[in-house]
């Protein structure tokens, strides 16, 4: 495994991360979502990924489950808060009140001391950002969350969160966590650009653009028992399995395939080929998976593959 610094912290995080989003608690039973961890761990994975709304909690805990047996220093895990976790008022937002309650749920839901990164899941337009950020700098100085992030912001929401933070001396957020893969580029334009002055990393979910990149889908063909052909979980790939989207995939295929690697691999390899990326999120179903994602980290892109996958996407 390789790993890169967190923005610009010391914190070190492997170039490919695991998540439990639509899998962990959900369409994955426990013990393979155990044995899965375990791989990605044993592979060098040192970078975890939950939130509180996964599955109400359940991603969680069945994430924090399986790590319990390694030294709690020699890995990073996270959570989120932003998403309704009741029907209360109060119940969802980024006001002091929800994140304190989040936060404090989620640490015993994983039995843990402290999370390493805490995520505003979203930007919550009504609440005052100084409000969020001096209740998660209050956690950091208790020693419960040891970094702050953000999820899908703008450029502007995290230029806004900056200049709070530096306003009243408050923790600065220090990783973003955005889509981004081969289909899905807005944070090249902006977001990109702003973290990278002030120091901020991302690290990107969907970089397979929902099992897209992996290669399964043919036109007019669902494998079954995959994401899309599961109604639970198949909201955000049915819009991509369009005719555009799989003829540009077989052409990125068949890139792959000259290079000697798969597409999983093309495709990984191409979002670490940017600098402020610190590490790649990925969801895995079986062991396998990881292990076959993990060899992204080996792939070198040549320029003129550049310039072949940048002339297929456009």
């Known amino acids: 495994m390789k790993y890169r610094n967190l923005g610009r912290t010391g914190l070190k995080v492997s170039e490919i991360s695991l998540g439990s989003w639509l899998t962990y608690g959900k369409s994955v039973e426990d013990n393979v979502?155990?044995?899965?961890?375990?791989?990605?761990?044993?592979?060098?994975?040192?970078?975890?990924?939950?939130?509180?709304v996964y599955e109400q909690g359940q991603g969680e805990r069945v994430m924090a489950q399986a790590l319990k047996e390694y030294p709690r220093e020699s890995y990073v895990i996270t959570t989120?808060?932003?998403?309704?976790?009741?029907?209360?008022?109060?119940?969802?937002?980024?006001?002091?009140k929800h994140v304190i309650e989040q936060v404090h749920a989620s640490l015993?839901?994983?039995?843990?001391?402290?999370?390493?990164?805490?995520?505003?899941?979203?930007?919550?337009?009504e609440t005052p950002v100084f409000e969020t950020?001096?209740?998660?700098?209050?956690?950091?100085?208790?020693?419960?969350?040891?970094?702050?992030?953000?999820?899908?912001?703008?450029?502007?929401?995290?230029?806004?969160?900056?200049?709070v933070a530096d306003k009243y001396l408050l923790d600065r957020i220090v990783v973003n966590q955005p889509i981004y893969n081969m289909f899905n580029r807005y944070i090249e334009k902006e977001v990109i650009p702003?973290?990278?002055?002030?120091?901020?990393?991302?690290?990107?979910?969907?970089?397979?653009?929902?099992?897209?990149?992996?290669?399964?889908y043919k036109l007019g063909q669902v494998p079954d028992k995959s994401r899309a052909a599961n109604?639970?979980?198949?909201?955000?790939?049915?819009?991509?399995?369009?005719?555009?989207v799989l003829l540009k995939v077989e052409k990125l295929e068949s890139v792959a395939k000259e290079m000697d690697?798969?597409?999983?691999?093309?495709?990984?390899?191409?979002?670490?080929?940017?600098?402020?990326?610190?590490?790649?999120?990925?969801?895995?179903?079986k062991p396998s998976q990881v292990e076959e994602n993990v060899k992204a980290i080996d792939v070198v892109?040549?320029?003129?593959?550049?310039?072949?996958?940048?002339s297929i996407l456009a």
């Open 33 to 52: 979502a155990e044995k899965t961890i375990h791989k990605a761990y044993e592979l060098g994975i040192n970078f975890f990924d939950s939130a509180n």
């Open 80 to 96: 989120k808060a932003f998403w309704p976790m009741g029907e209360g008022p109060n119940d969802r937002g980024l006001s002091r």
């Open 108 to 125: 015993n839901r994983m039995n843990l001391d402290y999370v390493d990164i805490f995520y505003c899941h979203r930007y919550d337009p």
């Open 133 to 163: 950020l001096r209740v998660i700098d209050d956690l950091i100085r208790q020693g419960k969350i040891l970094y702050a992030g953000v999820s899908e912001w703008t450029a502007a929401q995290i230029e806004e969160a900056v200049g």
């Open 194 to 216: 702003v973290s990278e002055k002030y120091g901020i990393g991302q690290v990107v979910f969907s970089p397979l653009a929902q099992g897209v990149l992996t290669g399964k």
């Open 231 to 244: 109604d639970s979980i198949n909201t955000h790939i049915k819009g991509m399995l369009n005719e555009d």
């Open 261 to 285: 690697i798969t597409l999983p691999e093309l495709a990984l390899a191409w979002i670490l080929r940017q600098p402020n990326v610190a590490s790649a999120l990925i969801g895995a179903s």
């Open 301 to 310: 892109l040549s320029d003129e593959i550049k310039e072949k996958i940048n």
